[in-house]
């Protein structure tokens, strides 16, 4: 038994606005097949994409606080021109440059028009083939522990683990890699991203959302009602959801 990623869910005031500019950013595709505005590779829909995790952006009536997110996205990058045009053009869309206390560092932060943080990558040999979404990267407390959590609570494969890293990516050796980074900060506010999670078919929900709270996830109500979804958050606090299959 074990989940997988599918989406990175993200809030949004504007759902549609914000799926747009982050489907111009990663050259794919929005839909939006109801409340909600997924963002996608082109190509038409295709849920849960086998390759590539996709954005599924939320309306929610607050807007982002000042706090910095502790789950951001890191945009690959193919060369040095290939980076600044990606920043010129994620500028053009609506971007806007942010310090979020780095020093010197050969990647550049940016916000999107709501807010959220992200960062585009100087080219690295290992994002090669990750398609445009290198990392989904998760501030901590401790690495160690997230490891243990999401290497159990995943069917991912754990590639690097130490006091201040750890790094999973999918078994298939394909889309982005999942980063925890350790940080002096600790969580303060809900999440404004956090990963949607999956069953495989033939595996039971109800038996997975149990063996996540055996692992050390707790229960959320975040004004879910009745929904087919469970919301969920890991040891740390970070908020997940556990989706139904359809």
């Known amino acids: 038994m074990a ?23 990663l050259g794919w595709s929005a839909y ?23 954005i599924n952006v939320v309306p929610v009536p607050e807007p982002k606080t000042a706090t910095k ?45 709501e807010g959220n943080e992200f960062c585009v990558l100087e080219p690295r040999e290992i994002h090669r083939d990750t398609g445009p979404i290198a990392v989904v990267l998760v501030d901590c ?20 683990v130490t006091d201040d890293h750890a790094v999973l990516r999918s078994a298939k050796g394909v889309g ?3 980063e925890f980074l350790r940080t002096p900060d600790v969580k303060t506010v809900p999440d404004r991203i956090h990963l949607d999670l999956l069953p495989y078919p033939g595996d039971d929900k109800a038996a997975e959302v149990a063996r996540l709270r055996a ?11 009745d929904a087919p979804w469970t919301c969920m958050a890991d040891p740390e606090g970070h908020e997940f959801c556990v989706l139904a299959l359809s």
């Open 3 to 25: 989940l997988r990623p599918v989406h990175v869910n993200m809030k949004a005031l504007d759902a549609p606005a914000v799926g747009r500019f982050w489907a111009e950013a």
């Open 32 to 54: 939006s097949p109801g409340v909600t505005t997924y963002v996608g590779p082109a190509g038409g829909l295709v849920w849960p994409d086998p390759v590539a995790l996709g």
């Open 69 to 113: 997110n502790r789950v951001h996205l890191d945009l690959a990058t193919t060369s040095a021109a290939h980076q600044a045009e990606l920043i010129a053009r994620l500028e053009a869309l609506g971007a806007t440059p942010v310090h979020v206390g780095q020093d010197d560092v050969p990647w550049t932060v940016l916000a999107d028009p």
């Open 141 to 160: 407390t401790d690495p160690r522990a997230m490891a243990r959590f999401w290497g159990e609570a995943l069917d991912w494969t754990l590639h690097e």
């Open 176 to 178: 982005p890699y999942l």
């Open 215 to 225: 692992l050390g996830a707790t229960d959320l109500d975040v004004g879910q009602g």
